[in-house]
């Protein structure tokens, strides 16, 4: 089993930027794929951005593609969210998620068996 502890959100305006930060334990850190999610008040638990045992081949969600990088540090067993040029649209609580069973999770939530607590993230106008 995964247990995944998100950090780093917080209050940041318009046009700032925030890292996040989860650091895994139990299970052998490089072979277990990550992703982030997210998801707002009242609104459905969306796919961010996920990243393979290796850390290659990174994929993201449309709506934050050349604003969000994804990373992982397996020395450190963390993976980060390195998020820029927010907006209010950004604000939602975000979650790390880890799937045990493959090389690289993908966008489909049900991939992964494990998640984090959240972190809250508020853009300001």
């Known amino acids: 089993q995964v247990q995944l502890v998100e950090s780093g959100g917080g209050l940041v305006q318009a046009g700032g930027s925030l890292r996040l930060s989860c650091a895994a334990s139990?299970?052998?850190?490089?072979?277990?794929?990550m992703g982030w999610f997210r998801q707002a008040p009242g609104k459905e638990r969306e796919f961010v951005a996920a990243i393979s045992w290796s850390g290659g081949s990174p994929g993201y969600a449309d709506s934050v593609k050349g604003r969000f990088t994804i990373s992982r540090d397996n020395a450190k067993n963390t993976v980060y969210l390195q998020m820029t040029s927010l907006n209010p649209e950004d604000t939602a609580v975000y979650f790390c998620a880890a799937d045990t069973d493959r090389y690289y999770g993908g966008s489909r939530d049900s991939n992964y068996r494990y998640w984090g607590q959240g972190t809250r993230v508020t853009v300001s106008s």
């Open positions: 139990g299970r052998t850190f490089s072979r277990v794929a």
